[in-house]
Structure formats: structure tokens, C-alpha cells
């Protein structure tokens, strides 16, 4: 099984359709995680946002713990 997604125009330097030769751990997830009516590319960009929200939820908590000594209570108003 070969699946193109094909996305529309250039994003960047990204090609318009991606290659993408599933193992078959990678086909069970996909039909284990597609939902009805769900075409395999709809499938994979649902999954591409759920990685990019992990990515964000990462940095998010990086920044927590960084400012987690901060009280914004000593600091002067800015108004």
C-alpha cells in the first residue's frame, strides 16, 4: 500500500503530495483512528494537528516552568 496525500499549491519549500509507505502498525493506526467517511489523508492531517498542538503544549509548559519563580505582583503597573 503507497498513500499520496496531496496538499493544495506549495507550503514553502514542501512539495504539493507526500509519499508515504505505511508499515503495517502504520495501517492499523490509521484504520483504528480514521473515522467514518474519513479519507486516509484527512486521517494523517488530523494526526499532524494533534501534533502540532503536542508541540505547542510542550513549549507552553516550558515557558510555565521558566516563569514559575515570577510574581507579577512586584512588578510595577504598566499603566
Same mark, same amino acid.
Do not use: Y
Given at each position: 500500500? *503507497? =498513500? &499520496?496525500?496531496? /496538499?493544495?499549491? =506549495?507550503?514553502?519549500?514542501? $512539495? !504539493?503530495? &507526500?509519499? *508515504? %509507505? $505505511? !508499515? $503495517?502498525?502504520?495501517?492499523? &493506526?490509521? %484504520? +483504528?483512528?480514521?473515522? %467514518?467517511?474519513?479519507? !486516509?489523508? +484527512? !486521517?494523517?492531517? %488530523? ?6 498542538? +503536542?508541540?505547542?503544549? @510542550?513549549? *507552553?509548559? @516550558?515557558? @510555565? ?8 505582583? /512586584? +512588578?510595577?503597573?504598566?499603566?
Amino acid at each position: 500500500m *503507497f =498513500n &499520496i496525500c496531496r /496538499t493544495r499549491g =506549495n507550503v514553502g519549500d514542501m $512539495p !504539493t503530495s &507526500i509519499g *508515504f %509507505r $505505511p !508499515t $503495517p502498525d502504520d495501517e492499523r &493506526i490509521l %484504520r +483504528e483512528a480514521g473515522q %467514518r467517511g474519513e479519507s !486516509t489523508s +484527512e !486521517t494523517l492531517r %488530523r494526526a499532524l494537528r494533534l501534533l502540532d498542538h +503536542e508541540r505547542w503544549l @510542550a513549549q *507552553f509548559r @516550558a515557558d @510555565a516552568e521558566a516563569l514559575k519563580g515570577e510574581d507579577v505582583n /512586584t +512588578e510595577p503597573e504598566a499603566w
